[in-house]
């Protein structure tokens, strides 16, 4: 088959920041981390992989005006911004509207057990919606093997969508506008999405395609898709 336009993010490859605190592994430059080949794709310019040991804090400063996505993976985690609170489990999703320099302080409510998240971060220059009007909430065991829609709207620059599948389950991701960019972020397992063999943590990034086909090569397999729209 030919293969569509599109590059792979290796989990191995990724930058990591550790402290007695966390641990950050960076699929796209981020602070200190830097290579020629991580550029951000298109608006997205932040993918980190982050864990906060029991009871501790850790600090995120915006670089960018930007929409930061935050979904927990294992466990929760609390997030203080402009002296509001936001409690998140698995299952949520919280999505900040943040100015260049705004810091978010972020803490793991467990005393006793590491909590790990994802956050995507995409640049913006619209602050149209409010936070409280930026909280998501899916049930991958009332959905299992097809990806389920979390965010879509279309006074946001991109779409989120995450679902869990038992091995050799297929489904087919259609473009809203073929002008947009696909970018998946393997949670757990391994897939095949365009030809392209996929293991846990690895990202991929797509684009001049109308719809991405995915398969589970493992059962407990889990990903979240983001359909980007371009940069005007």
């Not at 466990?75 to 936001?86: L, M, P, Q, R, Y």
């Not at 467990?110 to 409280?132: E, V």
């Amino acid at each position: 088959m030919d293969l569509t336009p599109g590059k792979i993010f290796l989990a191995d490859q990724r930058g990591l920041t550790e402290t007695s605190v966390f641990r950050r592994y960076s699929t796209i430059n981020f602070e200190k981390y830097y290579s020629e080949h991580k550029e951000p794709f298109g608006a997205l310019f932040l993918c980190n992989d982050e864990s906060i040991v029991g009871g501790k804090v850790n600090f995120f400063l915006s670089k960018e005006d930007s929409f930061q996505i935050f979904m927990p993976i294992t466990g929760g985690i609390d997030i203080v911004a402009n002296g509001k609170e936001f409690a998140l489990e698995t299952g949520q999703v919280q999505v900040l509207n943040m100015g260049k320099g705004e810091v978010l302080e972020i803490s793991n409510p467990y005393p006793n057990d590491i909590i790990n998240y994802i956050q995507f971060g995409i640049k913006t220059d619209m602050f149209l919606m409010r936070a409280s009007e930026m909280f998501f909430g899916f049930d991958f065991e009332k959905n299992q093997n097809q990806l389920i829609e979390i965010i879509s709207n279309p006074k946001l620059p991109f779409k989120l969508s995450a679902g869990i599948f038992d091995g050799r389950e297929e489904t087919i991701y259609k473009m809203q506008n073929p002008n947009h960019q696909f970018y998946t972020f393997i949670i757990d397992g391994a897939f095949e999405i365009e030809g392209r063999l996929m293991h846990a943590r690895d990202g991929l990034a797509l684009w001049d395609i109308e719809q991405v086909e995915l398969e589970a090569l493992s059962n407990n397999a889990i990903a979240v898709v983001l359909e980007l729209t371009p940069n005007p």
